[in-house]
């Protein structure tokens, strides 16, 4: 055969090979499930805008796409849509109304062990237990949805809006998550991706365990109980993530080794960095500004490296009961708004150290009736006298090179952001 003839050849048996995928259409009135066993691997199952009462399973690799986002309801029973294959794609559409058994998992979108490559894109997820389960699969995408929980129950009652269990390679990007228990519910995965995502209204924005080798990147969480909780983890970036206004903590770093916490906001929060049992972490170039607690510094968490952040009008900026001082800033420094010192040679660093707390705060924290007190003459002449006399010092958060002026020079915009 010449070779022409040859490439003549395999542009035919291309050509047919792309003809072999068929697009079967669906029209209100007309059933998805159907069409969805009449389909061949490779096929397109589209679904025209219309209200479609059907429980389906994908069990082979197809795309399941909504024209002008139809809705499927499983009329608050079992899973609305379950996948059972790999190389699954489902976008456009509106899924709704899954059962409430906790037990069963039940799902808007549950993908099976298993069913690696789903790609699950510009769906609106509305009133399931769990928007969408993903389990044991391997470099799946979530991708552009909007999850809406069930804000009818009560906040354990509800599912998680993505659980990603046992996954490997999984992204979550850019997904909007709201009025479920866990906005994002991660354990026991690998190399995840989670960017762009914006949750509000949750218990927590993540509950993130025993997953390593992963990203969080430009996310939100925004009036829940909590932002974000890492736990139990290694190698993470957590970057560029905003976290405000939550009932109890901005960001949560709890037994976390060998990360980077990094380009951070933690706005109007009662705890704005809670740390636990963390070591071996690089916190830098973050803003805390205006929580409660600025940091909670507790459990041995003294192996870290924090330098270059922002710590402005916390009520206290750290909460820190040890037995020795931990060492701040180091190389840059870390602006501090309640820092009382002076810059003589006009260098832009304090010539004393910032230290974060003092005899006074350590009674106050770990006696609270203290509290009744602060204002007492008193406790104002115990506060002076400890920082006459060393021998009554405290162990403190000590920074040698406080910076006379915020790294971040926009700071001002997350005043009062929590009543926007």
């Given at each position: 055969?010449?070779?022409?003839?040859?490439?003549?050849?395999?542009?035919?048996?291309?050509?047919?090979?792309?003809?072999?995928?068929?697009?079967?259409?669906?029209?209100?009135?007309?059933?998805?499930?159907?069409?969805?066993?009449?389909?061949?691997?490779?096929?397109?199952?589209?679904?025209?805008?219309?209200?479609?009462?059907?429980?389906?399973?994908?069990?082979?690799?197809?795309?399941?796409?909504?024209?002008?986002?139809?809705?499927?309801?499983?009329?608050?029973?079992?899973?609305?849509?379950?996948?059972?294959?790999?190389?699954?794609?489902?976008?456009?559409?509106?899924?709704?109304?899954?059962?409430?058994?906790?037990?069963?998992?039940?799902?808007?979108?549950?993908?099976?062990?298993?069913?690696?490559?789903?790609?699950?894109?510009?769906?609106?997820?509305?009133?399931?237990?769990?928007?969408?389960?993903?389990?044991?699969?391997?470099?799946?995408?979530?991708?552009?949805?909007?999850?809406?929980?069930?804000s009818d129950l009560m906040s354990v009652k509800r599912g998680n809006g993505i659980e990603v269990y046992n996954t490997d390679n999984s992204q979550v990007i850019d997904n909007k998550i709201s009025y479920t228990r866990d906005g994002i519910y991660v354990d026991w995965s690998r190399r995840a991706q989670f960017r762009g995502n914006t949750i509000?209204?949750?218990?927590?924005?993540?509950?993130?365990?025993?997953?390593?080798?992963?990203?969080?990147?430009?996310?939100?969480?925004?009036?829940?109980?909590?932002?974000?909780?890492?736990?139990?983890?290694?190698?993470?970036?957590?970057?560029?993530?905003?976290?405000?206004?939550?009932?109890?903590?901005?960001?949560?770093?709890?037994?976390?080794?060998?990360?980077?916490?990094?380009?951070?906001?933690?706005?109007?929060?009662?705890?704005?960095?809670?740390?636990?049992?963390?070591?071996?972490?690089?916190?830098?170039?973050?803003?805390?500004?205006?929580?409660?607690?600025?940091?909670?510094?507790?459990?041995?968490?003294?192996?870290?490296?924090?330098?270059?952040?922002?710590?402005?009008?916390?009520?206290?900026?750290?909460?820190?009961?040890?037995?020795?001082?931990?060492?701040?800033?180091?190389?840059?420094?870390?602006?501090?708004?309640?820092?009382?010192?002076?810059?003589?040679?006009?260098?832009?660093?304090?010539?004393?150290?910032?230290?974060?707390?003092?005899?006074?705060?350590?009674?106050?924290?770990?006696?609270?009736?203290?509290?009744?007190?602060?204002?007492?003459?008193?406790?104002?002449?115990?506060?002076?006298?400890?920082?006459?006399?060393?021998?009554?010092?405290?162990?403190?958060?000590?920074?040698?090179?406080?910076?006379?002026?915020?790294?971040?020079?926009?700071?001002?915009?997350?005043?009062?952001?929590?009543?926007?």
């Amino acid at each position: 055969m010449s070779k022409s003839a040859a490439l003549l050849f395999g542009m035919l048996i291309a050509a047919s090979g792309s003809a072999w995928s068929a697009v079967l259409q669906v029209k209100p009135g007309q059933s998805i499930a159907a069409a969805i066993r009449a389909a061949q691997p490779g096929d397109t199952v589209r679904v025209e805008r219309g209200n479609y009462a059907e429980r389906l399973t994908i069990d082979k690799p197809i795309t399941l796409q909504g024209i002008n986002r139809p809705t499927i309801s499983a009329g608050f029973s079992g899973d609305t849509i379950r996948v059972s294959a790999t190389d699954v794609t489902i976008q456009g559409l509106i899924v709704r109304d899954s059962g409430t058994d906790i037990d069963a998992q039940n799902s808007g979108i549950y993908i099976t062990p298993g069913s690696d490559r789903a790609l699950v894109q510009d769906c609106e997820l509305v009133a399931n237990l769990f928007g969408i389960w993903l389990e044991k699969s391997a470099d799946s995408r979530l991708v552009r949805n909007v999850i809406t929980g069930r804000s009818d129950l009560m906040s354990v009652k509800r599912g998680n809006g993505i659980e990603v269990y046992n996954t490997d390679n999984s992204q979550v990007i850019d997904n909007k998550i709201s009025y479920t228990r866990d906005g994002i519910y991660v354990d026991w995965s690998r190399r995840a991706q989670f960017r762009g995502n914006t949750i509000h209204h949750v218990r927590y924005g993540t509950h993130y365990m025993n997953t390593n080798d992963s990203t969080w990147e430009n996310n939100e969480v925004y009036q829940s109980h909590g932002g974000l909780a890492l736990m139990e983890v290694r190698r993470l970036v957590v970057r560029n993530n905003r976290a405000w206004g939550n009932v109890d903590h901005g960001i949560m770093l709890r037994t976390i080794q060998d990360s980077i916490i990094e380009n951070n906001v933690v706005a109007d929060n009662d705890r704005g960095f809670f740390i636990y049992d963390a070591e071996f972490n690089i916190l830098r170039n973050n803003l805390v500004v205006r929580n409660r607690t600025g940091v909670h510094l507790s459990a041995g968490s003294s192996n870290n490296t924090v330098d270059g952040n922002d710590f402005i009008d916390n009520q206290e900026q750290v909460k820190f009961v040890a037995s020795r001082d931990v060492e701040w800033g180091r190389s840059k420094g870390n602006y501090w708004s309640n820092y009382s010192g002076w810059d003589q040679n006009g260098d832009g660093v304090g010539d004393v150290a910032y230290e974060a707390n003092d005899v006074v705060d350590r009674l106050n924290w770990q006696y609270p009736l203290v509290k009744l007190l602060l204002s007492s003459p008193s406790i104002q002449t115990l506060r002076f006298v400890a920082r006459q006399f060393p021998v009554l010092r405290a162990p403190s958060v000590v920074d040698k090179h406080a910076r006379m002026r915020p790294w971040h020079q926009d700071w001002s915009k997350w005043n009062g952001k929590s009543t926007d």
